[in-house]
């Protein structure tokens, strides 16, 4: 009789043993699965972020693209190497110059 306690004794310590293991893997999993999904949503928010970017240098490319077929282009590029239309009257604008060192005044030498 004293054994079939012993007997049963164990094997309830062996099924709360078990059970305990797998309640712990299960809670892994579980966080595990939370990080790993965390993970991928910063990953997808990153994804998108870049996709904008790249959308908007995209549209600035077609413009420049449609500029060029068009014949835009050539003459904003004529313009910012200086080149302006026959008919045209050219203004410079300069910026107000820095004042200049005062002059050193001589000294009397004998």
């Not at 009789?1 to 059970?19: C, D, F, G, N, Y």
């Not at 994804?47 to 490319?61: I, K, P, W």
């Not at 693209?65 to 904003?76: R, V, Y």
């Not at 008919?87 to 005062?102: D, H, I, K, N, Q």
């Amino acid at each position: 009789m004293r054994q079939s306690i012993t007997l049963v004794s164990a094997k309830r310590t062996v099924v709360l043993v078990v059970a305990l293991a797998a309640a712990g893997w299960a809670g892994l999993a579980y966080a595990q699965e939370a990080y790993l999904g965390h993970r991928l949503g910063q990953q997808v928010s990153d994804l998108r972020l870049q996709n904008s970017t790249l959308s908007a240098q995209n549209q600035g490319y077609s413009r420049d693209i449609a500029a060029i077929k068009n014949g835009s282009a050539d003459e904003e590029e004529a313009r910012q190497n200086g080149y302006s239309k026959p008919y045209e009257r050219v203004y410079l604008v300069a910026g107000t110059p820095s004042p200049a060192p005062p002059s050193p005044k001589p000294s009397a030498t004998p």
